[in-house]
């Protein structure tokens, strides 16, 4: 089964930009569909984007997030990124990596531990 570590957080300033970064090892990386969700404090876990195995160009995002965020996969170094640009205190969360073996974004079978993400003046 796959394994993912996540780095890339920290604290942020409203408008800064940070790169978050899943690392994946034991499995076969480029035929899973890969995906970032997050976590607030005393809220649900929900969606913020995903990249599809098919093709890196078949990208996913929240309405919350599109246009500052992106996601990209390295499948030579076994990695995805979230670029977050223009971040808000509202973004603030735990960022978790997910991967998906089916393709159809239902089936997360691994999860990264997660990095906290922080927006604060």
């Known amino acids: 089964q796959m394994q993912l570590v996540e780095s890339g957080g920290g604290l942020v300033q409203p408008g800064g930009s940070l790169r978050l970064t899943c690392a994946a090892s034991g499995g076969t990386f480029s035929h899973y569909t890969m995906a970032w969700f997050r976590q607030a404090p005393g809220k649900e876990r929900e969606f913020v984007a995903a990249?599809?195995?098919?093709?890196?160009?078949?990208?996913y995002y929240a309405d919350s997030v599109r246009g500052r965020f992106t996601v990209s996969r390295d499948n030579a170094k076994n990695t995805v990124y979230l670029q977050m640009n223009n971040l808000k205190v509202e973004n603030t969360a735990k960022y978790y990596c997910?991967?998906?073996?089916?393709?159809?974004?239902?089936?997360?079978?691994?999860w990264g531990q997660g990095t906290q993400v922080t927006v604060s003046s």
């Open positions: 997910a991967a998906d073996p089916v393709g159809d974004l239902t089936a997360f079978e691994a």
């Open positions: 990249v599809m195995w098919t093709t890196a160009a078949d990208t």
